[in-house]
């Protein structure tokens, strides 16, 4: 079904670069420790170490990750349909560019950083390009591509077909923008 989904939205399935993961290849993601990232103090009698209590606020809150993607996912595509079918005019294209802006800001921190490779590649084009000159196409795939990844991807577990698609469209995107300018 991933692939399936996926592939909707890719082109090609041709890459220009040699770097191949295999199916038995492993990804460590390094793990984030924040007393590195914190002042150290001494804690008074009963205070609860912040470093502590910041952990288990996150953890908590991870729980709730994904659903917090799938909002911005399904507002994502209404402002895309709000867009098609103005046109892509100013004010629809506006909430669009905030909807991708949000995502491109808060998917590496929701567990889904792929998708906001993608967000940041539409922001991009969308700020980019001329609305006159604005592929549709190249909006849409971006658009299907990150409810792809939302979709298909399991929050804060590196998925390759998601950041190589996240790379060639970014890739595509950046051709694009270079060939209108």
């Known amino acids: 079904m991933a692939a399936k989904a996926n592939s909707a939205v890719m082109d090609s399935d041709e890459f220009d670069d040699d770097f191949d993961i295999g199916i038995d290849t492993e990804i460590i993601a390094p793990k984030v420790d924040l007393r590195k990232k914190a002042k150290q103090r001494r804690l008074k009698a009963g205070e609860v170490d912040p470093v502590v209590a910041a952990e288990s606020a996150l953890k908590e809150l ?3 990750f994904d659903v917090w993607m799938t909002d911005e996912t399904q507002t ?9 079918a ?8 506006n909430t669009l560019f905030r909807s991708t802006h949000d995502i491109k800001g808060q998917a ?7 998708a906001g490779q993608v967000a940041a590649s539409l922001c991009a ?16 795939q971006h658009v299907l591509a990150i409810r792809a ?26 051709e694009f923008i270079d060939s209108v300018h």
């Open 76 to 84: 994502l595509l209404s402002a895309w349909k709000s867009c098609e």
């Open 86 to 93: 103005s046109g892509f005019g100013d004010e629809e294209r």
């Open 149 to 174: 990844i939302a979709q298909e991807s399991r929050q804060n577990e590196p998925n390759a077909l998601a950041e190589r698609l996240a790379e060639r469209l970014a890739q595509v995107t950046e």
């Open 62 to 64: 991870t729980a709730s």
């Open 125 to 140: 084009l969308l700020d980019g390009v001329p609305p006159e000159l604005l592929s549709r196409e190249l909006v849409r």
């Open 108 to 114: 590496a921190t929701l567990g889904f950083p792929a």
